[in-house]
Nanobody, 126 residues
């Protein structure tokens, strides 16, 4: 049974940092795309960043480029999202998701993902 478990969310002041983790199990880890999405209250879920586990290519939304870094630890079957210089607009529920195959071209499309985690809440305050 595939499981994705997010952790690391919490409350942080604007300008601060958080690191989210997504631990995958029951899944052939290598050769897939794992992405982070977020959903703010009243807004649609949007792609934040993605990494192709096979080759390590990374993808970012324009709104987080230069501030967030997605990385993976293949020995731990875990993907991380390092969030620096957070702003109020980064508040939301953060989800990780995994799909078969690569990320290129469609990593932001929710329906392309096979499995989702339960989410971890990030709240940024001023």
């Amino acid at each position: 049974q595939v499981q994705l478990v997010e952790s690391g969310g919490g409350s942080v002041q604007a300008g601060g940092s958080l690191r989210l983790s997504c631990a995958a199990s029951g899944y052939t880890y290598v050769g897939h795309c794992i992405a982070w999405f977020r959903q703010a209250p009243g807004k649609e879920r949007e792609g934040v960043a993605a990494v192709y586990i096979g080759g390590g290519s990374t993808y970012y939304a324009d709104s987080v480029k230069g501030r967030f870094t997605i990385s993976r630890d293949n020995t731990k079957n875990t993907v991380y999202l390092q969030m620096n210089s957070v702003s109020l607009e980064d508040t939301g529920m953060y989800y990780c998701a995994v799909r078969d195959g690569g990320c290129s071209g469609f990593w932001r499309i929710l329906t392309r993902y096979n499995y989702w985690g339960q989410g971890t809440q990030v709240t940024v305050s001023s």
